[in-house]
């Protein structure tokens, strides 16, 4: 069957983002790069953040809000003895304190209270939508936003090096966090239990769920490769799905089913029952015989349903 205007191949792409630039900036230039419009991203970065940006191209866009459920790992610099208005470089120093007598001993403490299960404020230029409106947009307008603490997990926040220079202290750091986790809100925090003010002076996105920045590629070679007619390197819709949500093998009758959008009756016992907080942590993509992907599936008592059909089973007459 040929395809429909822009129905591009369905997968997901793996982006290096600069620094500097935005999200919806790397999106743009996807668009024009891949000759489609059927493009997102799943987990935005700062524009001063650099790393990996997972781009979900044609059917594959439906599997993004997968994707930004995962935890998610950054290298970052953390700069103590200053806090700012934004917590983080981009935004203008809004108090200093010497912070060149805080202890090795005093950060390792401070820190070991930070990790685990946390309750965190979001710093308040952040996207989170205060009224309808974005708590950014709120307080570039000169409003005092105050977003609520809510629940997020620190598996990982360790101190890989440690730079005094004067009254400053800058902290390279390695963290593994929940989706939802503000790792600027981290240095803000930081420094406050220390008392010294802390923001953020540098973020790299390594890696979210198995999904690694080792893999993904820059800009620039993207352009070059469309520009010498090379392939993209785009993982396939059935490789994608099945990298970011768990696994629910059918056979050829189970495969038909579901891909008339049908119930599949008993076989709800074998995924994670949906939770009252979100749905989409117990969801499976289904796989036909040949391992293509036919569906994004949930539990429904003893049976399992179809949530999204991305295509009848290939292994169907």
């Known amino acids: 069957m040929a395809r429909e205007a822009d129905d591009p191949t369905p997968g997901l792409l793996l982006v290096d983002k600069p620094q500097g630039w935005t999200s919806h900036d790397v999106v743009a230039r996807s668009r024009r790069l891949l000759g489609t419009r059927k493009v997102g991203h799943a987990g935005t970065l700062d524009p001063m953040a650099s790393g990996l940006l997972v781009l979900g191209v044609g059917k594959a866009t439906r599997l993004l809000t997968y994707v930004t459920g995962h935890d998610k790992s950054y290298d970052a610099t953390i700069r103590l003895g200053q806090s700012t208005v934004t917590d983080d470089a981009e935004g203008e120093v809004a108090a200093s304190a010497d912070a060149s007598g805080v202890s090795d001993a005093a950060i390792a403490a401070a820190i070991a209270h930070l990790t685990g299960d946390i309750q965190q404020r979001p710093s308040a230029v952040s996207a989170i939508k205060v009224d309808g409106k974005r708590s950014y947009a709120r307080v570039r307008s000169g409003e005092d936003v105050e977003l609520p603490a809510r629940p997020v997990t620190v598996s990982r926040f360790d101190v890989l090096a440690t730079r005094r220079d004067g009254e400053v202290v800058d902290l390279d750091v390695v ?73 629910l093998a059918l056979d050829d009758a189970e495969a038909r089913t579901i891909g008339f959008g049908k119930i599949l009756p008993g076989r709800g016992a074998e995924l994670a029952k949906p939770s009252h907080r979100d749905d989409t942590a117990a969801d499976a993509v289904a796989l036909d015989p040949t391992g293509a992907a ?23 007459a």
Not at 186 to 198: C, K, N
Not at 296 to 302: A, D, L, N, P
């Open 294 to 316: 036919i569906a994004i599936v949930r539990r429904s008592g003893k049976d399992v349903r179809p949530v999204i059909v991305f295509r009848p089973s290939s292994s169907q």
């Open 175 to 247: 963290v593994d966090v929940s989706s939802g986790t503000y790792v600027r809100a981290l240095a803000r925090d930081l420094g406050e239990a220390l008392g010294v003010g802390g923001h953020l002076t540098a973020l790299r996105r390594t890696s979210i769920g198995d999904l690694q920045v080792a893999h993904a590629i820059d800009l620039e070679r993207l352009a070059a490769l469309k520009e010498d007619g090379e392939p993209i390197p785009l993982a396939g819709l059935d490789d994608a799905a099945a990298a970011v949500l768990p696994h």
